[in-house]
Structures are given as C-alpha cells and as structure tokens.
C-alpha cells in the first residue's frame, strides 16, 4: 500500500458503488456483476485501508436499506439482495486471493498483528510489543481537529500546508528582506504537520449540503451518513469517545494508522451527492416555491456561517502552531501568525464568493432566467476553476520532474561511494545521519539495518525497541552491520568500519534454552553473540549438533531475495546461525543442505540457526510459500468468473436495448 495504490483504488470506487446500489434496487444481475467486478479492481489496485473504510460505509449503507426492506416487509428483495452481494463479495475477494491471502498471512507477524512479547510492568503502554494491532498512540498520530474539517470546504482555514508559497509582499517576506515569494510553514492545525488540505471543493460541497434537501430516499440518508462517519473517523484520537468504540471492538480497524486519510473516501460521496442533487434539481417538475425556498435557507446559512468566521474567526482562533516553538524567534512567529491570519480571511471571503455565484446561478435557473444547459456550464466552470485553482498550488505542470532530474535525488554521496568500492556487497549498513527507520533514502544503495516500513515484522520492531535504537553492538554485529555513516566534529558524513561484524554466517558452539518469548529478547543483552545464541526451548528438539569447539568455515555465494546459496566445509558437527531474518517455520522459507530439507531453527530471537553435519556441504535457503501458488490459481479461477459473469451481462444488456430502446431511468440512482 502506498500513495500511489490509495489512488488507484479510490479511482476503482465508484465502480464498487454503483454495483451497490444497483443491486439494492433490486437490479441483481445487472448490479451483481459490477459490484463483483468493482471489488476485483478495488483489491488488485492494493490499499487494504481504503477498501476497508469503504466497506464500513457499504456496510451502513446496507443496515439503512434492509430497514427499508424490513419496515416495508420486503424480505424476499433483501434476501436477493444480499446474496448478490454476498456472492459478489467472494468472487472480487477470490480474484485476488494471492495478494489477500499472502498479505493476511504477514499481517499477522507485523506490528499490526499480536504481540509477541508479555507486557510487563515497565512496559511502555504505546508500544506495538504489547498490543493488539496498533498502539492507539501511533495509529492516531495524524488526527483532524475540527478546524481541518473547515479545510474540506474552505481551503486555507487552517492555512493549507506546512510548506507554503507565500507572496514577497507578505509580512514574513519583508521581515526577511525576501524580493520573492518564499516558502513557509503556514499550517496550524491539528495533524503534525501536511502538504495541503482534503479540499472537497466549495461549490461541490455546497451543492452536496442542497442534495440532502432535493434528493429523496434510502440514498439520501446513506450519502449523509457516509460524510458524517467518515469526518467522525478522521478526528481520531480528537473524537476520542467514538473512536476508541471502533478502535478496540470494530475488527481490523486497530491494523490501520493515520484516520485522516478516511476523506479521501469522502471524496468519493461528497461530489457524488452533489451530482445527484443537481440531477434531482433539473428535473423538469421543479417545485418552484420548495426549491426557492431552501435555497434561501441554504444562502443564509452559509453566508452567516462566512461572516462569522470573517468577522469574529480571527478573535477566538488560535493562528500559532506547535512547531512553532521550534522556530524561536517572537518577530517571525508574529510575522507568520499575521500572514496565516490574512490567508484564512482571504480564504473564507472567497469561498463566500464561490457559494454566493453558484447559489445565484441556481437561483436564475430555477426563476427560468437561465437554461438547463448554461446554467450547468456555468456552475461547472465555477466548480472546475475552484478546484484548479486550488490543486495547482499542490501538483501543476511546474511539479513535473524528468526521469534525470529525478535520478539526481539518488546520486551517491561520498560516503556512499566509499561503501561500494567494497568488492563484497553482503553486509548491512546503519546510517545515522538520516532517520534510520523512516527513511528508505540508505536503501537505494546499500543493504541496511534499517529503513523504512509501515508494517515491520514485529520481531523486528521489538529489536529496534530493545536494542538497535539504543546502539547495541552485540544486536549490530550479529545483524553483519560492516559500516556506520555518521557525523563527525565537523558535521561532515563520514564512514566508520566495524571489523566486529560477524558477517552472513558463523558457527557458535554454545546455545542456551529459555522458555519464554520475553526471556528470549532479554537474554541477548547477556551473550557473546559471536560463539552463543539464544534459542527457544520449542527448538530444543533440533538442536543437535552444538559443539564446544568451533571449526570450519561458512561462507554466503549467492544472494537474492528468494534464494540464498551457502558454502560450508567443517571437520565436525557444528551450530551455524545465519544473519537472515527469521519468517516463521510455515510461512515458505524452506532450508536444503545438499538437496535435503531441514527444519530452520530461530536463534537470537530474530535470525535463523541450521544444524550442519560434518563436512563440505552446499547450503541452500529458498522462498517457496504454498499459499502464494494457491492463491495464484484461486485468483485466475474467480477472475475469469468475473469476466465471463460481465461479458454475459454486457451481451444480455445488448440484446435487450436492441429489442427495446433504451430508457432513461432516473430512479436507478
């Protein structure tokens, strides 16, 4: 999951949606099909979050329905519904078994999935070790306040970005004597710092907030409550009450961070609303009086909500932020709280604006002083300009970068060239001088210690906890960390060696057993890593072949990703521990030694740890998961269902427009 897959998947949506609400109004095969089809592309596209949030907000969709059935005593219609969608669920979930299965399976090992550890008494309660899923703390990191929920209409209510283009005439600008427009943090909301706001559009809210009054039925009920739950979730640990509901007791949403990121699912409704709204608007038996009126209602509303803000905003809002206490200078944070105050008044004037043109637009159309046409070109080319104007100031033409522009982010420091000159690449590398386990920049060029990933295997996780963060070299050694970049008297990066690296595999000829998961991590800091491994008392039954005196060689002759060739030669039965992370023993990692498998012992809490006979041997580790080649043939059997299901449906669709023209039927949505 990443950014790029949130946005394929909220592109593959509406599909979803529409398959939805076709198929509870009673258009089975028809809606089945798409619903099917839309989860398939949902879940290939790979952003287990989104399709989660969109579920939560079907899966009310669908309570608001079924009491419709139910009040109207239709069960027979909810029972069909139902299984469709049912039905419709398992083939786009079986479509992409591969990835579901695989990612459920890891899920499981990470700090999303259960502890390892037993939490004990001095045992920091927001750690991942020792919860469920998330610790509440980390996953509600990037909260909305109140005020970022302004942002969704009113794009500077909280001053848009941390990172800010802001004009040389603004106050900033001349207490710095820039001639030019400047960067700065002008973001003083909730979250810990963002590139922008979840803005909606104000036209398309506003004509969202008009659709909860033209729109009718069980529809018009979902898309409200599909807003309101998703805002609610997005206040996270700022709506605190509601979301520990859902955080301890609604299943997976503990395995999910950053509750912010649930408006890009109410980007989806929102201007869907708005659409059907002015669809429920043109029709040609418009209510004059009704419709003037709520317009009246809708205008003063906001106008008065505008004005509010304007006049009396600037009176009970803080403008400072928390990083501002970084800056420490008083006349630049006064310089910035003068620069957000003006962009917010300037903010809030033009969305009034904004909502004032459209509303008369509507006005005039409604009065037949406009026709259909133009007045939807109109409001169109209101809307279109107000979100252009607003997206350029994120992502425009100037934001392009060539692949060699690009590439130039990636150019080797010295540092990182002194490094590679090493004629052996299979060692691991601890860059200090960058945030070693939120930045992936080290990776590029070398195998790390650290990295970055938002969902770690959580034996991993606890070694950073316990050991790594806090610059255990036993732990670094063991892990074959050949090189440190650091920062020396000059802050200058530079590179330091360290000859204690134990490399790709050694021998020990000491292994002491302890029973305990806990006992296992602790025992670390207590060992020589380099002659004694820790080794679970659950392995006991393996370990053969300790020897009290090493001897012999090992050595690492290839590397890839998925297979890993030793060579080893010893005159006696030895111990050898590989500096390989342990992926449990039925998660796919297979281990030959001369073409005959041999059970993988966990040693060292995280590594793993074969018994070798005497001898020359050839020592293989493989990646060979059975679920991955079921999950492959799962996934083409319910994607070709789907395909033949909709390639039936198009072809019965065909058939019947050409018997009988089609229609356009306005209740379908």
């Known amino acids: 999951a990443g950014h790029n897959t949130k946005l394929a998947t909220i592109m593959a949506s509406p599909i979803v949606i529409l398959g939805f609400i076709l198929t509870m109004r009673k258009r089975y095969l028809i809606g089945g099909s798409i619903f099917a089809f839309g989860m398939g592309i949902n879940l290939l596209n790979n952003h287990p979050q989104m399709t989660y949030y969109l579920g939560l907000v079907l899966g009310i969709w669908y309570l608001i329905y079924a009491f419709s059935d139910i009040k109207s005593r239709d069960f027979i219609s909810l029972g069909k519904s139902s299984l469709v969608l049912l039905i419709g669920l398992v083939l786009g979930i079986g479509s992409s078994a591969t990835k579901l299965m695989l990612t459920y399976e890891y899920g499981k090992d990470t700090m ?5 550890l037993e939490k004990t008494v001095d045992s920091k309660t927001n750690s991942s070790s020792h919860t469920d899923g998330l610790a509440w703390d980390y996953a509600m990191q990037w909260s909305n306040g109140s005020g970022d929920l302004l942002s969704s209409f009113v794009p500077y209510a909280m001053g848009g970005g941390s990172s800010e283009w802001i004009s040389k005439d603004s106050n900033l600008a001349k207490l710095t004597g820039s ?20 803005y909606f559009g104000n036209l398309v809210f506003v004509l969202f907030i008009l659709s909860i009054f033209f729109t009718k039925g069980v529809l018009r009920y979902g898309l409200i409550t599909a807003v309101i739950f998703t805002f609610l979730i997005s206040l996270g640990k700022n709506f605190e009450f509601f979301n ?14 950053t509750p912010n990121s649930v408006l890009s699912v109410t980007g989806i409704f929102i201007p869907l609303g708005a659409a059907l709204g002015l669809a429920a608007l043109f029709k040609s038996d418009v209510d004059k009086a009704k419709y003037l009126k709520i ?17 009396l905003g600037p009176s009970f809002m803080d403008f400072r932020s928390a990083g501002d206490a970084r800056i420490g200078q008083p006349q630049i944070i006064d310089a910035l709280v003068e620069d957000r105050m003006a962009m917010y008044k300037t903010s809030v004037l033009s969305s009034l604006l904004i909502t004032v043109a459209g509303l008369g637009v509507i006005y005039l159309f409604v009065n037949q002083k406009m026709g259909k046409v133009i007045a939807l070109a109109v409001l169109g080319i209101i809307a279109v300009f107000d979100l252009v104007h607003i997206d350029t ?13 690009y590439d130039k982010i990636f150019l080797p420091r010295n540092v990182d060239t002194q490094i590679l000159a090493d004629k052996d690449p299979n060692f691991r590398v601890y860059d ?15 195998k790390t210690v650290g ?15 316990y050991y790594i963060s806090k610059g255990n070299f036993k732990v670094f050694n063991m892990l074959n960390t050949k090189y440190f970049i650091t920062k020396n008297a000059s802050n200058e990066d530079v590179v330091q060696i360290n000859p204690a690296a134990l490399g790709n595999a050694w021998f020990v000829n000491q292994v002491l057993f302890v029973d305990t998961n806990n006992a296992e991590i602790d025992s ?9 491994a820790v080794v679970k008392s659950d392995f006991k039954n393996i370990v053969k072949n300790v020897n009290n005196t090493k001897n012999g060689d090992i050595s690492l002759k290839e590397y890839g990703p998925n297979r890993l060739v030793y060579n080893c030669n010893t005159a006696s039965d030895q111990f050898a521990v590989f500096s390989e992370i342990w992926y449990g023993d039925d998660k796919g990692w297979k281990a030959y030694i001369d073409g005959t498998e041999v059970p993988i012992v966990r040693a060292n809490y995280i590594l793993r740890a074969l018994d070798i006979p005497s001898g020359e041997h050839e020592i293989v580790f493989e990646f060979k998961p059975e679920k991955f080649f079921l999950g492959e043939k799962l996934s083409l059997i319910f994607s070709t269902l789907i395909l033949l299901l909709l390639a039936f449906v198009i072809f019965a669709e065909i058939r019947k427009a050409i018997k009988k023209p089609l229609s356009i039927d306005e209740s379908i949505l």
């Open 112 to 116: 999303r999935g259960k502890p390892i």
């Open 179 to 198: 001639r030019k427009e400047i960067q700065a943090p002008m973001y003083f909301g909730s979250l810990p710092f963002t590139s922008g706001p979840y």
């Open 244 to 257: 520990r509901l859902l955080f301890d007791y609604m299943p997976m949403f503990n395995k999910f961070r």
């Open 295 to 311: 317009l009246r209602n809708v205008g003063i509303a906001f106008v008065s909500f505008y004005l509010i803000m304007y006049i």
């Open 393 to 405: 100031k994120y992502l425009s033409y100037s934001s392009f970068e060539t692949a060699k522009d």
């Open 432 to 446: 200090e001088t960058r945030d070693p386990f939120n930045s992936a920049m080290t990776s590029y060029w070398h």
């Open 451 to 465: 990295g970055y990933h938002a969902a770690k295997l959580q034996r991993y996780q606890d070694m950073i906890d």
């Open 524 to 532: 670390i800091a207590n060992i020589d890593p380099a002659g004694q």
